[in-house]
């Protein structure tokens, strides 16, 4: 029976040049074949498979997907809803309908997967549902890496957290109940790996990382009670990554799997703890040491303490990263622009295998660690330090609402029902081949920016015609809401080829924040005012708020977030002053992830939720009454974070709603939130238009929560990855329906 030294939760799986995007996304638009698709995807497989077989013991299988490893789940165990079954679609059709939408079926919901950047489909269960195991990916995948000589260990989202991670269709119903149906399914499951030769498996219950309560403990004990005692299963591996697993690690000690792995990097004062488990001393533990989030080297030799601190606590310790690498990119040696101090201080994946085969070498040959100190922290800009130390109070805070209303009203005229996007509009092929021009110097900058100003007078033309109220620039010289201002602001460092998945084949390129944060020059304000200068109507100033901005990067790590934070939002503060001071009257600063970021223990809660609003405040509060104030946020479930919401003091919320069938209203109702809001109408998400009768569908429920003079009509979300055919049609449906409703 092979044994656990070094190893990772998981691995990247879009390809090192995002060859899995472009093969799904040929596939859905009809350019290549299902055949096609597959081969790419067997290849990034065994590609994956050789790489990690060359510096761990024991390779993590099972941890490709098409979309999403939760939806892999559902599909695996029969769970999936009715509209999609009735579809009559090949099994891969049925898949991919349930995650973009199909024919009438919306979507399943997307949201955030824990406190990353990753989104997950959110399954679907009522008190009906009766799971079955109709799929075989798991086996599947073991033998195909099997057959070309790498020995797996198939990895499974946990029964506990699929069902903690799912939602219930009906009121009242918690999916944790059919515990004990879901684990009679995966011990099907378990036998099957076991008659293939599987000897270790691996079951995440990362969901035991946020605060659970006793009967979802004592799910989670009865899971492995049962699993641990069945007769034909291979080693048990349960992982708990993302943050500390609380109570939930005593409960897994005391069960009959042979392994656990805690992380180490969210939650170091775990050590602690395990040194008062007698009943791990006969487990394998896994040590996870080196970040799977972030992108810094790992002191190696702080590292290396670590692990032999805990040697005499264990049955035995394996070293490993915290959570999949799933979270950062490829390889740092297909970077040739990173400044050296910058680079130096860096480990992406392949480093990050690197660093676990050096310490698990150290811990169990005695190897020395060479060269294990991490560079010097990030540098320092004195400057932007005394501003934020000359802060005061009243530095974050604006005139009540109500006078602000009355001055912005004044001025912009709007009517009730209000319509507007949130601000990117569909980047075609000629926007993303003139940017590859520029760069590559075979289109001047003058005749770039040319193109562009001729893209967003196109773009302001179409929303007059459609007849939009608030109208924006579209966006069409940003490559990503975050990368572009990293790129205009001193501090951050960008990179070439550093794409994480974020869902499906949706890519980003989170910067690196290395160091103090400043504005050299204004970012945004020409070619918003440019876009104003072209209409009579209102153009709205589009910047990326503090929180998102460090959300969606990889920060450094040598100074609290909140210090960072205030970095960013000074730099925003000066951006919305020069925007004023052009005439722009309407700025929405955009914080998607405000939720991302939310600790996943309520302790930790309220310290977060501190600094987080009062970043945004700053960044805005610098605004005249006259000048409205949005914020945006979407991919998350906002029960959490209502009431930092209402703390934004933003004039108006536009909010992701369409897939959850406006359940946010339900929270402002219950806070009594007094100022503008617009709950997304239009799921930008799938390729489905909708109707005008859907839109005024969702929109009388609106109107039930909100009064129509406070209420937006406005999509989910930026159209940036839609294409016009879809979002011309939803535009005029959404007017229309608007319309329509003020009468």
């Known amino acids: 029976m092979a044994e656990l030294r070094t190893t990772v939760l998981g691995y990247p799986r879009i390809g090192p040049r995002r060859e899995l995007k472009r093969a799904l996304e040929n596939y859905w638009s009809g350019r ?19 790489e990690l077989s060359r510096s761990l013991d024991s390779v993590p ?128 499951l378990l036998g099957k790996l076991a008659d293939a030769g599987a000897e270790w498996v691996q079951l995440d219950e990362h969901a035991y990382a946020a605060d659970r309560g006793e009967a979802e403990l004592d799910a989670l004990r ?17 992982a708990g990554g993302y943050g500390d697993l609380g109570p939930a690690l005593a409960v897994l000690a005391e069960s009959p799997v042979e392994a656990i792995a805690v992380d180490l990097v969210s939650a170091p004062d775990t050590v602690r703890r395990i040194a008062g488990l007698t ?71 392949r480093q990050k295998l690197a660093e676990i085969a050096t310490l698990g070498r150290a811990l169990h040959a005695g190897a020395s660690i060479q060269n294990g100190a991490v560079p010097a922290a990030g540098s320092r800009d004195e400057q932007v330090r005394a501003r934020i130390a000359a802060l005061t109070p009243q530095h974050r805070r604006r005139v009540d609402y109500s006078e602000r209303a009355a001055a912005q009203q004044e001025r912009l005229g709007l009517p009730p029902l209000a319509t507007t996007t949130i601000g990117s509009f569909p980047q075609t092929t000629e926007i993303r081949k003139a940017r590859a021009e520029v760069r590559a110097g075979r289109l001047s900058e003058q005749d770039y920016q040319q193109r562009m100003r001729e893209e967003i007078e196109r773009v302001i033309r179409l929303q007059e015609e459609i007849g939009l109220d608030v109208l924006v620039h579209g966006e069409p010289e940003r490559n990503d809401m975050v990368q572009y201002f990293a790129e205009n602001l001193v501090g951050f460092a960008a990179t070439e080829l550093g794409w994480v998945q974020s869902y499906g084949s949706r890519c980003v390129r989170p910067p690196i924040l290395h160091g103090d944060v400043s504005r050299r020059n204004p970012i945004t304000v020409e070619w918003t005012a440019h876009a104003q200068s072209l209409t009579s109507k209102p153009v709205k100033g589009m910047l990326t708020g503090p929180v998102t901005i460090l959300a969606w990067s990889f920060v450094r790590d040598d100074q609290p977030l909140a210090d960072t934070a205030q970095q960013v939002a000074l730099a925003l503060r000066d951006e919305i002053t020069d925007l004023e001071a052009a005439g722009i009257g309407v700025v929405q600063v955009d914080e998607p992830a405000l939720r991302e970021l939310l600790p996943l223990r309520a302790e930790d809660r309220p310290a977060y939720l501190e600094w987080a609003v009062e970043s945004f405040r700053l960044a805005t509060s610098g605004a005249a009454s006259a000048t409205q104030i949005h914020t945006h946020l979407c991919y998350s479930e906002f029960g959490d974070v209502i009431g930092a919401i209402d703390g934004l003091d933003a004039d ?27 709950p997304g109408v239009y799921d930008i998400h799938s390729p489905l238009v909708p109707a005008e009768h859907e839109v005024t569908e969702l929109l009388r429920a609106a109107v039930q929560a909100v009064p129509a003079e406070r209420l937006w009509v406005n999509p989910d979300c930026g159209l940036k990855t839609r294409d016009y055919a879809e979002v011309e049609p939803a535009l005029r449906a959404l007017v229309g329906s608007a319309r329509a409703l003020r009468g």
């Open 32 to 50: 290549g074949t299902q055949a096609e698709l597959l081969e790419v995807a067997a290849k990034l497989r065994a590609d994956t498979w050789r």
């Open 61 to 188: 299988g099972n941890t490709f997907s098409f979309y999403d490893q939760v939806l892999d789940t559902a599909v695996l165990f029969d769970a999936v809803p009715r509209r999609f079954r009735e579809l009559g679609l090949s099994e891969l059709d049925t898949y991919f309908a349930m995650a973009r939408g199909r024919d009438g079926a919306a979507a399943m919901e997307l949201t955030k997967w824990f406190d990353t950047n990753y989104h997950y489909l959110v399954p679907e269960l009522s008190a009906d549902t009766k799971f079955a195991l109709v799929g075989d990916k798991p086996v599947q995948e073991f033998t195909e890496a099997l057959a070309q000589g790498v020995h797996t260990r198939p990895v499974l989202v946990g029964p506990a957290t699929f069902l903690l991670l799912s939602k219930g269709t009906e009121p009242g119903f918690a999916p944790i109940t059919l515990i004990d149906q879901l684990v009679d399914r995966y011990a099907e």
């Open 222 to 238: 009865r899971a492995y009670d049962k699993l641990g005692k069945l007769a034909n299963r291979p080693r048990l591996l349960v």
């Open 279 to 349: 009943s791990l001393r006969d487990k394998t533990l896994l040590a996870g040491v080196v970040d799977g989030r972030n992108v810094w080297r790992t002191d190696l030799r702080a590292a290396a303490s670590v692990c032999a601190s805990l040697l005499g606590s264990v049955g035995s310790l394996t070293v490993s990263s915290s959570t999949s690498l799933l979270h950062v990119p490829y390889d740092l040696d297909a970077e040739t622009g990173l400044e050296p101090e910058v680079r130096g201080r860096l480990a992406f994946a």
């Open 652 to 678: 108006v919320t536009t909010i992701e709603a369409a897939r959850s069938r406006m359940e946010v209203l339900d929270d402002l109702r219950a806070i009594g939130f007094r100022r503008g809001v617009g």
